[in-house]
């Protein structure tokens, strides 16, 4: 398995299928002045295949796909099957808004996709159209529905806390776990860029400390479960008698840096070293200029492993200024 030089064992890689995407929330995708990469940049499904086999090569296990909304790209199916077929390759998991999982879920349960995060903000139909914009929430909630009919499970359910928004709604989302056998867990926002998404991500952050304290206020006494996977960047609790499991991602309060065990792709074809930094390392340029044999691509996926940076620094102030979360994938 690869060690960047912080000692670090990396070896999951989750990969941008496309920096567009059906909704526009608040704290992601302002509603005017997005510029999009032009479609020819993004890589193909057969160019996809080669950096995941040169991952699975030098000892990457997992694959995530994620945008943007990785649904719409028409390829997907494509992509799926492509990366299955990759040996050492142990699971392929997607994020996703869920809004196009009516019909996409039986198809890529079997084209060998393994499980979904869902992200859903609110359980409330208003207050979800205002912080996803274009969704409605039974769109969502047939996507959820046909995901775990599907067999993609266990359902992680991923929730963004916005002050002012739906900092009320994690006391119903995390009740969902009572009946059900989901992960519900609550994201801290991070600010990306300097635009109103970022504005808005530092204006209206709830400390996740806040959420649990909301939870158990209600729901009760929240108790620890022991971390299966170290890299797990969640903290995962269980209501009494619950069947689910609450977690909280703290990318902010309670950075997990140290146990980093990441690699992302963009659409474009970049390894991006670290979500909440700039640093990249071009791949592209070789699938398309004749050197995408896989000691080549290995090669340029273990130099960006030993770049990848300690550990970001929001607290400095300091964050993604050339990206924003859509173009890297979450
Ligand atoms: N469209 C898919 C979705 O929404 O799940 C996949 C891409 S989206 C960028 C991945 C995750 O990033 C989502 O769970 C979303 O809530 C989260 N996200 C987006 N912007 C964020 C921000 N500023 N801070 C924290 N999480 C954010
Ligand atoms: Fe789209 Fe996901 Fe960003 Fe929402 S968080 S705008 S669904 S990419």
Request: contains cysteine.
């Amino acid at each position: 398995m690869p060690a960047d030089s912080f000692g670090r064992q990396i070896d999951y890689l989750r990969i941008s299928l496309t920096d567009h995407c059906n909704l526009r929330c608040v704290y992601c995708m302002p509603l005017q002045g997005l510029t999009f990469a032009p479609s020819e940049a993004y890589l193909t499904p057969a160019e996809l295949e080669q950096v995941v086999r040169a991952a699975a090569d030098v000892g990457f296990r997992r694959v995530r796909l994620t945008g943007g909304e990785p649904t719409l790209r028409p390829d997907l199916l494509d992509i799926v099957k492509r990366i299955r077929s990759v040996d050492g390759i142990d699971e392929i998991a997607m994020t996703t808004n869920a809004v196009l999982l009516p019909d996409l879920a039986a198809p890529l349960k079997e084209a060998g996709l393994d499980r979904v995060n869902i992200h859903v903000d609110s359980l409330d139909p208003e207050r979800v159209r205002r912080v996803m914009r274009f969704a409605t929430f039974d769109d969502i909630w047939r996507g959820v529905c046909a995901a775990e009919g599907a067999g993609l499970v266990p359902i992680k359910i991923n929730s963004v806390v916005v002050r002012d928004y739906n900092e009320q709604d994690v006391i119903d989302l995390a009740r969902l776990t009572i009946e059900r056998d989901w992960h519900v867990r609550f994201v801290e926002l991070m600010p990306f860029g300097s635009g109103e998404c970022a504005r808005l991500s530092l204006s209206k952050y709830v400390p996740n400390h806040e959420t649990r304290d909301r939870i158990e206020s209600v729901l009760g006494p929240l108790e620890a479960l022991p971390k299966e996977n170290l890299a797990d960047e969640s903290k995962n609790y269980k209501i009494a008698h619950a069947r689910g499991v609450v977690g909280f991602i703290s990318p902010v309060s309670e950075p997990y840096c140290d146990t980093c065990n990441r690699m992302r792709l963009t659409a474009d074809g970049k390894f991006h070293l670290c979500l909440l930094n700039d640093d990249e390392v071009d791949v592209k340029a070789a699938l398309r200029s004749g050197r995408g044999d896989i000691e080549t691509l290995s090669h340029i996926l273990l130099q960006a492993v030993h770049a990848k940076p300690t550990g970001h620094k929001l607290h400095e102030g300091i964050s993604t200024q050339h990206r924003q979360m859509f173009q890297i994938g979450g």
